[in-house]
């Protein structure tokens, strides 16, 4: 329930109630002063001393125009198209193929903000496996931008209706396996994992660390302005 106001022009605006506020006004305005007489004014007095003092019953005011209280909240949108043009270059600087950076950009900005990865990381990943074909088939049954390996994920694709050679059903679907490796194994481990590093199996091992090389490469760790 809303407090009920009045305008007084000798006290300002004022909340109605038994405040030392209202009751100075009493005091204070003849209007009162004459309807009450000096016994009221006197009951008034008391009646002030006794009460503690209301807070304020106007809101503060709105600073002025102009008045900057902190940086602006950052434009998701600007930061999201920032995000798609800088995987775009990355694509272009690696030969992927004019028609499809675009899409190809879109996708990899969406899954890596879904499952919490770098975009970077993921075009880098891309780039790395097929470049940007969503048609790659390889000799070991792995298939598409981000060639998923059928034979350990082709089952779980098809029970979820994943189109694995549609350029965002296979970003999103390499997005989250990347995701539990690298949840589970660190940055190196999982991208390791993600190519199909065994521990305890050398040849895989050799290889894993090839391609841990490659994709460090295409991402550039050593630059901290990567995202």
Not at 47 to 61: D, G, Q, R, V, W
Not at 103 to 123: D, H
């Amino acid at each position: 329930m809303q407090s009920r106001m009045f305008h007084c022009r000798r006290c300002g605006v004022l909340k109605l109630g038994w405040t030392r506020r209202y009751m100075a006004h009493g005091l204070l305005c003849r209007r009162w002063l004459h309807k009450s007489g000096l016994g009221g004014a006197a009951l008034c007095a008391a009646l002030i001393i006794s009460f503690p003092k209301a807070s304020e019953s106007i809101p503060p005011e709105p600073p002025s125009e102009g008045v900057l209280l902190g940086p602006p909240a950052p434009d998701p949108v600007q930061a999201r198209d920032a995000q798609i043009h800088a995987v775009e270059a990355l694509l272009k600087h690696h030969k992927v193929g004019e028609n499809k950076r675009e899409r190809l950009a879109e996708s990899i900005v969406a899954s890596a903000k879904k499952y919490e990865l770098s975009p970077r990381l993921l075009a880098s990943i891309v780039i790395v496996e097929s470049r940007g074909n969503p048609f790659a088939i390889s000799g070991k049954d792995a298939v598409g931008v981000m060639q998923i390996h059928l034979p350990t994920w082709g089952e779980t694709a098809e029970r979820e209706n994943v189109n694995l050679f549609k350029i965002e059903d296979n970003v999103d679907f390499g997005a989250r396996i990347l995701q539990d490796y690298v949840r589970r194994f660190g940055m190196a481990g999982g991208v390791k994992r993600y190519n199909g590093f065994i521990p305890g199996e050398p040849t895989l091992e050799e290889s894993s660390e090839r391609y841990l090389s490659r994709v460090r490469e295409v991402f550039d760790f050593g630059d901290s302005s990567n995202s």
